[in-house]
């Protein structure tokens, strides 16, 4: 199976998989030998391949050697068992930090509360047959997604309240049975896909008193069928995007799908969240790739009878589902759009004299209407982020070509160092089409003074994306704890809210005693024709701060980018991080219609996540 | 915490004794010509976009909000938009400053010169100057100075020429534009000129305010302008003018700035230049004629002396941090932000929140020097009619009492601490020996015959006298205002209940805010004066009542015969208006005929103060009037008054529960305190 060639030229070996083209254009895929994801027998076991407090897989960790480098270990990453010199200076000089101060993370997991179990149901559940688990391990593995707070007291070894059993329901049928042994018995019933949410959805609401159960979905990974005449496929909403990915292109075909967490985030959890994938440009965000959705609801299955590509039928159930978050019930069952798998593919990047130029270019390609699969542009911290997480060159050749780039960006085109910032491209389709393509944005580019640079540099762009939160549990080693969050916002107001949110979380760290200033940057990572995507990172060394969570001040930064005309959120959702600023953004009748869906839907409120609302 | 960073100066703790340094001295020692040619290299904002101020006018003529409003006048007129285009291109080009550092070297150099002659020191806080540098590269900076002489923005970018700081572009009113040759140095040394009205021209204003905008965003330089509008001819502040303000604040409620930073600047005056010419405009007096004598005067000017100026750069005050929790900045989002639109309510209120407690930071952080004592108590003591003055002695030990009361109140006071407190006196009379007389002892104010053919011509040059010297105890009067209108709410109440006093004490700050600057928002102002009071003794303060302590007695009669021209003066309107306002008076011809009512009951020696002569008080106290609904505007008829006979004549009683025109003798209106302390100690 393992069938490697220097006549082939391996494009993409981020994702568990490889993608690849030929020497002539052509394309190929060949899916690494991964351990099985999730064993059908022993379902709990996704814990050993996983962290549980941090993020990912548990062979794959940036760690400082004995040496004071940095590498990053397993084997499945491109950066996977590479020296990053770069890495140490960049950490030390941006945060401050020393590698002299350790905060290792405290290993205990003993301190999770008994379960409060409902006996009758578990009564039932039994003679079902469908498996469910008490164990400590396994319920607080679903108690918690990926935001600071959450990994950060896990860290220090605290749990609040955690869901008191799991179960593993194998298909649409069993979820039925759950559901209705649920509304019987009043249980609290919390929906979990691939546990990689933003927003504190995954939190149980400390003041729920019934019994909590995390209704675990991902047995339920089946592509059910393909239907290649409509380009459709039915699949099971437990599904993760790599797998998803993996299998269809087994056959030539993919979804294009694919958001930063798609190594672990499930379909059903897209659903529920109104996910949006880097190459939405060519694929569309998950609205517009879902044809059908099956979801088990408290009052029965909501789905709707046929599989027109558009109705008017009155305001569209399915905008009922995406984004509910778990509060009105669990998707099951979901028919997508597929498309065959690209013949070619192609990064680039593009080195702008400074970001608002950048902001230019991008917003006149949105104007054209010919953003390629995916067009990102990096401030320029971001940038010098990128390029220190630049692994080890092997040959004094390709060091020497480096220095010469950069002498002629810098010196020869008077780029300053200190403002420059890069856009990072990806192109798909036929061959011809994406040189075709590939012309015209750098024309464009070109009228914004940017100049091409190459197709290293956009790949380590997106690579960036698939190791960052890796590199967070790096940080929290070493007393730098981050956070990221995201906005959409018009055109007219990128530049503004950049540059104001940044300053917001410089000026609050500063206030609330963070020694060193924070790094604080952000990318526009998606456009569209009237607006944009921002991405904010940012991070900070909270040595000396007896509340360092706090003094990240989420809180003070989605004010910002309130008032500054940008959504509360893309596409992490609402989640219970968010959900005070939900009566502004939709006003009184909208919270009313919601309200009144989730009364009638989930009267007694099974689905008690407390999302959103 | 916003009122922290503008008020924090009121805590005597904290009080500011930041170190002055005399920019003069420097000057007296070394060369001008080299200082004048020096390399100028000052710090500019982080986020500076560098552009000459020719590209400026390109970006204010291609801004969206200007294409926006051309297009709108295009529709609603009918006329073609290259027209309108043009139009805005030439108000842009008679408004535009073309700051030039050629021509800020030439006046660095003759400035220099001047002020050498004329003034014997120039001090400035440092601490004020390395914060503004510190707050110059962080956000874009607004200079707001106080604005009592045309010196002020002169001076202004001198200062900042010297200390190295990012020269300003100044907003100067259209009235320099006469002056050719005046106006186009000026215009190079970074003024740019506005209409003093332009109602509803929408287009000179999209210009106006983008330019504005434009030059602030960019970090092109700090804008520098007055709140106040213009000069004050009477010391006291002016009611601040919003618009400036108001689109200087602008690009941080739309997001477009991440801050702005407001800086005020007392500039204070130990004489001022244009004294008499003021206190002759307030009287209607022409100016002396242009002539050969004219001239020879023009250079008296320039050999006299005129003391110090203390410029005090007060603490840089955010708007982001002002606006906190008052401003929603998320009413911007529905609407593309070039389009105009008139300041929301919310909006509105902030701005003129922010822009009295701006003027209030600049009144508190005004340098007094002894000499403003010394005018108060001249011309109370005047008032009493003492014929001979006051002894030099006496003098002395009052000034010495009203040192120490200022200072309890708060007074930025520049009293010299280790010269005797009889030298101080001296020299201060000596500096102001136009404005006093000393005779065998005695002071007094130099109110002399000269040369008057009728009694109403010596009215005339008396007042002159008096009212220059009130311009320099109005420069006292915001640290005793808030405790005086408490006394004299004391004293006009009807009882001493708390209730009562609190009720009449409202009743002239309502009515007095046209006059001074009160900030909105009654009750901390009156608990500021009962603390300020209760503190240094003078009042006791029981469960009901508000009582006078012997003590305090003496500090009672003191400020309530600082507010008692003022009251005097409104009263005086009052009866006018019920006595002599015909139908047809309009608003053009309110001054001229109060001063004939006024200058008649003077010479017929029934009323006190001759400082209610001042055009400022009378027009004042009309637009308090017309506020309270007791005088009304009648459209369409050259602003006719209807005044309201019934309530005039109340307001008028309110004002003093006594007559306003009467023979009675100074102190007797004393009496009442004097029982009442008697009463309530």
């Keep these: 199976m393992l069938y490697i060639s220097t006549k082939y030229q391996i494009i993409r070996k981020d994702f568990p998989f490889y993608l690849g083209k030929t020497a002539h254009g052509g394309l190929w895929v060949q899916i690494k030998n991964l351990p099985g994801h999730l064993p059908k027998e022993s379902p709990s076991h996704v814990q050993e391949i996983m962290k549980w407090n941090g993020w990912g897989y548990s062979d794959s960790r940036f760690l400082f050697n004995k040496k004071g480098q940095a590498e990053f270990t397993g084997k499945r990453y491109r950066l996977s068992g590479m020296i990053i010199p770069g890495l140490k200076d960049w950490f030390e000089c941006t945060f401050g930090a020393s590698l002299q101060h350790k905060t290792p993370p405290l290993l205990n997991s003993s301190a999770v509360q008994p379960p409060t179990l409902n006996e009758a149901f578990v009564e039932e559940l039994k003679s079902t047959g469908i498996p469910f688990s008490q164990d400590a391990e396994d319920r607080v593995f679903r108690a918690h997604g990926h935001c600071l707070h959450e990994i950060f007291a896990l860290r220090e070894g605290k749990f609040g309240r955690v869901p008191d059993m799991v179960v593993w329901p194998n298909c649409h049928n069993d979820v039925v049975k759950i559901v209705e042994l649920a509304s019987k018995h009043n249980v609290c019933l919390i929906p979990y896909g691939g546990g990689t949410s933003v927003s504190s959805a995954l939190e149980c609401p400390p003041e729920e008193t019934r019994s909590i159960v995390s209704l675990d979905t991902s047995q339920m990974n089946r592509i059910l069928w393909v239907d290649e005449k409509n380009l459709t496929a039915h699949v099971e909403a437990g599904i993760v995007g790599q797998d998803l990915e993996r299998l269809l292109n087994e056959s030539g075909y993919c979804t294009g799908h694919e958001p930063d967490s798609m190594e672990f985030s499930s379909l059903g959890g897209w659903v529920a969240t109104r996910a949006s994938g880097m190459k939405k440009n060519i694929y569309g965000n998950i609205e517009d790739l879902v044809v059908h959705i099956k979801m088990v609801t408290p009052q029965g299955v909501i789905e709707k009878s046929c599989q027109g590509p558009r109705m008017s039928t009155g305001p569209d159930i399915h905008h009922f589902i995406m984004g509910s978050e778990g509060t009105l019930g669990v998707v099951t069952e979901v028919t997508m759009k597929i498309r065959p798998m690209p013949e070619y593919q192609k990064y680039g990047s593009v080195v702008f004299p400074n970001f608002e130029q950048g902001v230019a270019c991008l917003r006149e390609v949105a104007r054209q209407r010919c953003a390629p699969a995916s067009i990102r542009l990096m401030d320029n911290e971001q940038f010098k982020f990128g390029h220190a997480l630049k692994p080890q060159v092997s040959s004094i050749f390709t060091s020497f070509l480096d220095g010469l780039k950069k002498f002629y960006i810098t010196k020869f085109k008077g780029f300053d160092p200190n403002r420059l910032c890069v856009a990072t491209l990806l192109f798909e389709g036929d061959r011809e089409k994406v040189l075709q393509h590939e012309k015209q944005v750098y024309d464009i580019a070109a009228k914004f003074g940017g100049l091409a640079a190459g197709e290293d540099n956009g790949q380590r762009g997106y690579m960036l994306t698939f190791v960052i939160a890796y590199l967070r549990d790096l940080g929290m080693d070493y007393y730098v704890i981050g956070e990221s969050f995201e906005t959409s916002v018009p055109w007219d107001r990128v530049l503004d809210i950049c540059r104001n949110v940044k300053a917001r979380i410089v000026r609050e760290c500063k206030e609330r005693g963070v020694q060193f200033p924070p790094l604080s940057t952000c990318r526009v990572t998606q456009t569209y024709d009237a607006g944009a995507c921002v991405y904010f990172y940012f991070a900070f060394n909270y040595r000396g701060l007896s509340d360092p969570v706090q003094c990240q001040n989420l809180h003070a930064a989605r004010e910002e980018i309130l008032a500054n005309g940008g959504s509360l959120s893309h596409h992490h959702g609402v989640g219970k991080l968010r959900k005070e600023w939900m009566r502004e953004t939709v006003s009184n009748v909208g919270m009313g219609m919601l309200k009144s869906v989730k009364d009638y839907v989930d009267p007694n409120n099974i689905f008690g996540n407390r999302n959103l609302l | 915490m916003a009122s922290k960073a503008v008020y924090s100066q009121r805590d005597p703790m904290l009080k500011k004794r930041d170190d002055f340094e005399d920019i003069l001295e420097e000057r007296r020692n070394s060369s001008d010509l080299r200082y004048a040619l020096r390399c100028y290299a000052p710090v500019v904002y982080k986020g500076l976009c560098p552009s000459k101020a020719g590209t400026l006018k390109s970006m204010v003529l291609q801004s969206d909000q200007l294409h926006y409003v051309i297009h709108q006048v295009c529709r609603e007129t009918g006329r073609a938009v290259d027209d309108v285009q043009e139009e805005a291109s030439s108000i842009l080009e008679e408004m535009a400053h073309r700051l030039q550092l050629s021509t800020v070297r030439f006046f660095a150099f003759t400035l220099s010169k001047v002020f050498k002659t004329l003034f014997r020191s120039i001090c400035v806080n440092e601490e004020g100057i390395q914060r503004l540098q510190q707050v110059i590269q962080e956000h874009p900076v607004v200079l707001l100075p106080s604005h009592r002489s045309y010196m002020d923005f002169l001076l202004m970018s001198y200062l900042l020429y010297t200390y190295d700081l990012a020269l300003p572009v100044i907003a100067a009113g259209m009235d320099f534009m006469g002056m050719k040759f005046v106006g186009e140095m000026l215009r190079m040394s970074g003024a740019f000129f506005i209409r003093r009205s332009f109602g509803?021209?929408?287009?000179?204003?999209?210009?106006?305010?983008?330019?504005?905008?434009?030059?602030?965003?960019?970090?092109?330089?700090?804008?520098?302008?007055?709140?106040?509008?213009?000069?004050?001819?009477?010391?006291?502040?002016?009611?601040?003018?919003?618009?400036?303000?108001?689109?200087?604040?602008?690009?941080?409620?739309?997001?477009?700035?991440?801050?702005?930073?407001?800086?005020?600047?007392?500039?204070?005056?130990?004489?001022?230049?244009?004294?008499?010419?003021?206190?002759?405009?307030?009287?209607?007096?022409?100016?002396?004629?242009?002539?050969?004598?004219?001239?020879?005067?023009?250079?008296?000017?320039?050999?006299?002396?005129?003391?110090?100026?203390?410029?005090?750069?007060?603490?840089?005050?955010?708007?982001?941090?002002?606006?906190?929790?008052?401003?929603?900045?998320?009413?911007?989002?529905?609407?593309?932000?070039?389009?105009?639109?008139?300041?929301?309510?919310?909006?509105?209120?902030?701005?003129?929140?922010?822009?009295?407690?701006?003027?209030?930071?600049?009144?508190?952080?005004?340098?007094?020097?002894?000499?403003?004592?010394?005018?108060?108590?001249?011309?109370?003591?005047?008032?009493?009619?003492?014929?001979?003055?006051?002894?030099?002695?006496?003098?002395?030990?009052?000034?010495?009492?009203?040192?120490?009361?200022?200072?309890?109140?708060?007074?930025?006071?520049?009293?010299?601490?280790?010269?005797?407190?009889?030298?101080?006196?001296?020299?201060?009379?000596?500096?102001?020996?136009?404005?006093?007389?000393?005779?065998?002892?005695?002071?007094?104010?130099?109110?002399?015959?000269?040369?008057?053919?009728?009694?109403?011509?010596?009215?005339?040059?008396?007042?002159?006298?008096?009212?220059?010297?009130?311009?320099?105890?109005?420069?006292?009067?915001?640290?005793?205002?808030?405790?005086?209108?408490?006394?004299?709410?004391?004293?006009?109440?009807?009882?001493?209940?708390?209730?009562?006093?609190?009720?009449?004490?409202?009743?002239?700050?309502?009515?007095?805010?046209?006059?001074?600057?009160?900030?909105?928002?009654?009750?901390?102002?009156?608990?500021?004066?009962?603390?300020?009071?209760?503190?240094?003794?003078?009042?006791?303060?029981?469960?009901?009542?508000?009582?006078?302590?012997?003590?305090?007695?003496?500090?009672?009669?003191?400020?309530?015969?600082?507010?008692?021209?003022?009251?005097?003066?409104?009263?005086?309107?009052?009866?006018?208006?019920?006595?002599?306002?015909?139908?047809?008076?309009?608003?053009?011809?309110?001054?001229?005929?109060?001063?004939?009512?006024?200058?008649?009951?003077?010479?017929?020696?029934?009323?006190?103060?001759?400082?209610?002569?001042?055009?400022?008080?009378?027009?004042?106290?009309?637009?308090?009037?017309?506020?309270?609904?007791?005088?009304?505007?009648?459209?369409?008829?050259?602003?006719?008054?209807?005044?309201?006979?019934?309530m005039v004549n109340s307001l008028e009683d309110t004002l003093g529960k006594k007559p306003a025109v009467r023979n009675q003798q100074c102190l007797g209106s004393f009496q009442n305190i004097s029982t009442l302390s008697v009463f309530f100690v």
Excluded at chain 2, 262 to 273: F, T
Excluded at chain 2, 443 to 459: I, R, S
């Design chain 2, 200 to 646: 509803g021209d929408k287009l000179y204003w999209a210009v106006f305010s983008e330019y504005v905008k434009t030059m602030l965003k960019n970090g092109f330089a700090p804008v520098e302008f007055f709140l106040e509008g213009t000069r004050s001819r009477t010391s006291k502040s002016l009611t601040p003018k919003l618009g400036l303000l108001n689109i200087v604040m602008d690009p941080f409620f739309k997001g477009e700035v991440f801050d702005v930073s407001l800086v005020p600047v007392s500039i204070s005056y130990e004489r001022i230049l244009e004294e008499s010419l003021y206190a002759r405009e307030l009287l209607g007096v022409p100016k002396p004629k242009e002539s050969t004598s004219g001239l020879i005067k023009a250079r008296k000017v320039l050999s006299e002396d005129y003391g110090s100026i203390h410029v005090y750069f007060g603490q840089p005050v955010s708007v982001r941090s002002l606006a906190e929790g008052r401003v929603n900045r998320c009413q911007f989002n529905l609407i593309p932000r070039h389009i105009p639109k008139k300041p929301s309510e919310d909006i509105h209120s902030f701005v003129n929140d922010s822009a009295y407690r701006l003027v209030r930071a600049q009144e508190e952080n005004m340098v007094l020097k002894p000499w403003v004592l010394l005018a108060s108590l001249l011309l109370q003591n005047q008032v009493s009619g003492q014929k001979r003055g006051i002894a030099l002695d006496e003098l002395t030990e009052q000034a010495v009492w009203l040192r120490d009361l200022s200072r309890q109140y708060g007074a930025f006071l520049h009293w010299p601490e280790h010269t005797p407190p009889s030298e101080v006196v001296s020299s201060s009379l000596s500096l102001h020996r136009g404005l006093v007389r000393i005779s065998e002892g005695r002071v007094q104010l130099a109110l002399d015959k000269g040369y008057a053919v009728t009694p109403e011509e010596e009215l005339l040059s008396q007042a002159v006298i008096i009212l220059s010297c009130a311009s320099y105890r109005n420069q006292a009067l915001h640290v005793f205002l808030r405790p005086a209108l408490l006394a004299s709410a004391i004293h006009t109440a009807s009882s001493n209940k708390k209730q009562e006093v609190f009720n009449s004490f409202s009743f002239l700050r309502n009515m007095f805010s046209n006059e001074f600057i009160l900030c909105p928002g009654t009750y901390c102002m009156l608990f500021t004066s009962h603390w300020c009071c209760v503190s240094t003794g003078a009042l006791q303060v029981t469960q009901q009542e508000v009582l006078v302590t012997e003590r305090g007695h003496r500090t009672l009669v003191f400020l309530t015969s600082m507010l008692d021209p003022f009251l005097q003066g409104y009263q005086v309107v009052c009866r006018f208006l019920c006595e002599e306002a015909t139908e047809a008076l309009t608003e053009k011809q309110f001054i001229p005929a109060v001063r004939k009512f006024i200058i008649k009951h003077l010479l017929a020696g029934r009323l006190r103060y001759t400082e209610v002569l001042s055009s400022d008080l009378q027009k004042n106290s009309l637009a308090a009037l017309l506020r309270l609904g007791a005088v009304r505007k009648i459209k369409g008829y050259q602003g006719t008054l209807k005044v309201n006979t019934v």
